[in-house]
């Protein structure tokens, strides 16, 4: 049942105009833009390189960050790490594990333990006024789903709850200035009552994810109010903790020694960060009635997309093949300029034919089979060339103010998929 109050045509009248009788001395005022001064917010930067660049330099004082990921991902895992690697003193608060575990687990990481403080409570007035008394840099909970308000009857975990304790930390962070990581657990399709409905209320939300049977863990931006959201930081889960990889190419790239058909090395960015990885293509004749198409790491709209460009374009005859797709190593690559070593790997594949390990690739696919410019085409040719590769395949309009002769790689460039095809296997 729904109270609905009906006001009468005259009552809307005079509550209508009831704000031109208001004098507001008091509360905030219109001010101009040029006079408000702003305060040079200090960011605390952390020992976690890659998270500080994710966050766009540092956690921002008295805000809110969303930590999100699947249950088993390894929130719980780096945020106590970033806990044990502070100078100043965190509070982490934990309504999922007692103190001995996370003293287990803190043990296994290692670090320094001296300004971290373990709290477990999942009433979250208890939570504030410890963490008011105790005035840390920085506030953890996880997870979100665990904290209650006492001011609600409903179960912890449930929309009204989580709401409600969200809003509360908010307010108490606006209000001290001390920032506070949610960790909010999200199911594969994100689509679980908690941290959905909580990204309008956050200031930063952030998501790990990855392959569970692979130890790379992704950290990606969804929204961030202090920063670009394009950024990625990537870990590595080993068996005391979350290592940093500063260096992603030279890890992505260190299982390749021998030259086999159907793998393909693409030079992407992700965010700033120029990154060479491998895409594995695997084309058989489809036994089975209709043809698989499967992806890993890659949308799989965009390859059946480019599929039909290379049975169109290319007239190659894909109809009747099993095609699967693989990025290496777990990762999930949005970068449209992936499309010309996926389309090289299928090629290869379908030929039977290994392309050299020592060539990469980095264009964008068209519609009409035209190999079209990406984005910063400079850092992507520097990296490959600083690992070493011979030869690099770019789009023929990327090369405006491009200048080859610096780089000690072979720079080729192609306009159309047939070119590809030539330059490749004829
Ligand atoms: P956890 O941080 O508990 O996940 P979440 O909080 O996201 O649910 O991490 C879970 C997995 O991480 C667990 O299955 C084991 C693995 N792990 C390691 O491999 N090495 C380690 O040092 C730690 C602490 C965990
Ligand atoms: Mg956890």
Redesign the pocket.
Known sequence: MEEKVVKTANNLDKQQQEWRKMSDKKGPQPIALPDIQASRTRRLITKDEELNRVLGGGIVPGSIVLFG?Q???????LLLQLALGAKAKVLYVSGEESENQIKM?AD??GGNMDNCFILTETNIHKILKHTLELQPQLLITDSIQTLSSPNLDSMPGSITQVRECAAELQRFAKETNIPVFLIGHITKEGSIAGPKLLEHIVDVVLLFEGDRHYTYRMLRTQKNRFGSTDEMGIYE?????LREVSNPSELLLSQKDEDLSGSAISATMEGMRPMLIEVQALISPAVYGNPQRSATGFDLRRLNMLLAVLEKRAGFPLGQQDVFLNIAGGIRVDDPAIDLSIMAAIMSSHEDVAIPTDVCFAGEVGLSGEIRSVSRIDQRIQEADRLGFKEIFISKYNTKGLDTSRFGIKVYTIGKLQELYTELFA
């Open positions: 990921g249950p088993g991902i390894g929130k719980s895992t687990r296994r990481l889960m080993q068996a005391d903790g």
